[in-house]
């Protein structure tokens, strides 16, 4: 199931600290993981997926219209490759179009190349920085799983 809600910090550090190995560089080599999920608890859009356990993640911050920022995508090792960070950034991308952003810009490390290639095919261009332009000429994003 996915959806967004407003997410508990203690949750969100549950599944950072869970999917930390999966970024590169690993996430807590970055960032205090405890700060940052109480950040993301209380400033940002979050987008999960998952009953009992948050599965998967998707962290928007929407403060400033028109650009909007995806500061975490992530999914637990053991449910990757099963569409929940597609379905996820489908549902995140839709409703900030609906919110009136008309840009979305991520990080991503160059060799993250599973991640690269699912944001390159939801359309996002660019390299460190990928920006996908969610205008009104652009394609509506939807994904039947949601």
């Known amino acids: 199931m996915s959806r967004a809600a407003k997410m508990g910090a203690a949750d969100i550090l549950r599944h950072l600290q869970a999917c930390d190995t999966g970024f590169s560089p690993r996430l807590s080599t970055r960032v205090d993981l405890t700060a940052y999920a109480e950040k ?9 997926h ?3 356990a948050l599965v998967g993640l998707v962290a928007v911050y929407a403060n400033q219209p028109p650009r909007a920022f995806i500061s975490n995508v992530s999914v637990l090792p053991a449910y990757q490759g099963q569409g929940i960070a597609q379905a996820l950034m489908t549902q995140a991308l839709d409703h900030l179009r609906g919110m009136g952003f008309t840009d979305v810009a991520l990080e991503v490390a160059e060799d993250a190349l599973p991640a690269r290639k699912l944001y390159t095919r ?9 920006v996908l332009n969610l205008g009104q000429d652009a394609p509506l994003v939807s994904d039947p799983r949601l």
């Open 40 to 48: 993301l608890a209380a400033q940002a859009l979050c987008f999960a």
């Open 50 to 52: 998952g009953e009992g």
């Open 122 to 130: 939801l359309g996002f261009r660019g390299s460190d920085v990928m």
